[in-house]
């Protein structure tokens, strides 16, 4: 990998290609004899070792990172996208995994590689950026108390494209999903799961209902209002909730919410 990181491409194969004459069991050689050949843009030889690293040591995130972007760089986005996929069910939180899934998304929606013809997303957002836990108040109606919670913003050039709040109010807990600017088929309602927790459980996929305190600029509301104690513990130590929306086409439409900073808002949070 050094030789790799220093530009000395043909070095670095040369040494790869040994490692794995003397050793064909050795992972880490086939990873990155597959990495050089992608560099070279000999991507199905590049495939072929990502094959043999995969096999020799399935639970490797990366290597299934390093062969989606060779099935992309193919224009081959659906196997692609099932690399990306099993990546992010071996660590969730693989940025590069995460991303470039939805980068080969959005290329699959733009054009087939066989037929040059539209398709219809599976994603219809772009990656966007997150910001950190904030407390956040909608505008009361006159003689009551103004509706707080603490939420997260998904963002895309700046916009907000939808946020995840959490609320409480005595013995009630409760998420609230809002999106801005994005038609939904709102008859599916939401699915939204917990990843990354220290127990590795994930919240059974719950479907949302009944908006509380929905934000008027908003163009869809789902809220769900039973948040047992089990699933709040998982909010408290987990790493991402994941959310799942349908469009009005038929297409998925997936956002990530980061988790970070969730434990000490809520220590904090006062509702009013």
Same mark, same amino acid.
């Given at each position: ?5 220093? #530009? ?9 290609? !040994? ?28 495939? #072929?070792?990502?094959?043999? =690293? ?17 099935? =992309? ?44 013809? =539209? ?50 109010? /005595? ?15 709102? /008859? ?33 509301? +789902? ?8 699933? +709040?513990?998982?909010?408290? /130590? #987990? ?11 038929? !297409? ?21």
């Amino acid at each position: 990998m050094v030789l790799l990181r220093l #530009g000395k491409d043909e070095d670095a194969l040369w040494e790869f290609r !040994e490692v794995v004459r003397v050793d064909p069991r050795f992972a880490r050689a086939h990873f990155g004899l597959g990495m050089t050949l992608a560099r070279r843009a000999k991507l199905d030889e590049a495939i #072929g070792e990502y094959d043999e =690293a995969i096999r020799l040591d399935p639970k490797e995130a990366v290597a299934f990172v390093n062969r989606g972007l060779a099935f =992309a760089g193919k224009k081959d986005f659906d196997r692609a996208i099932q690399d990306y996929d099993q990546a992010i069910k071996l660590n969730p939180n693989h940025t590069r995994a995460i991303e470039n899934r939805a980068k080969a998304i959005e290329a699959k929606t733009r054009v087939t590689p066989d037929q040059g013809k =539209a398709i219809a997303p599976t994603n219809s957002i772009s990656l966007l950026s997150y910001s950190g836990w904030n407390k956040v108040c909608d505008d009361p109606k006159p003689g009551e108390k103004p509706f707080c919670a603490i939420a997260v913003e998904a963002k895309q050039n700046g916009n907000t494209v939808a946020t995840l709040g959490y609320a409480q109010a /005595s013995n009630n807990r409760w998420l609230r999903v809002l999106f801005y600017g994005v038609p939904l088929d709102e /008859s599916r309602g939401l699915i939204i799961k917990i990843d990354g927790s220290e127990s590795r459980q994930a919240l059974p996929a719950v479907k949302m209902r009944n908006c509380v305190g929905g934000d008027p600029r908003a163009r869809t509301c +789902f809220a769900d209002m039973d948040i047992f104690d089990d699933a +709040f513990a998982m909010l408290k /130590s #987990g790493k991402v909730v994941r959310v799942e929306a349908f469009g009005q086409q038929g !297409e998925t439409i997936t956002l990530a919410f980061p988790l970070s900073g969730f434990a000490g808002a809520v220590a904090t949070f006062a509702p009013n």
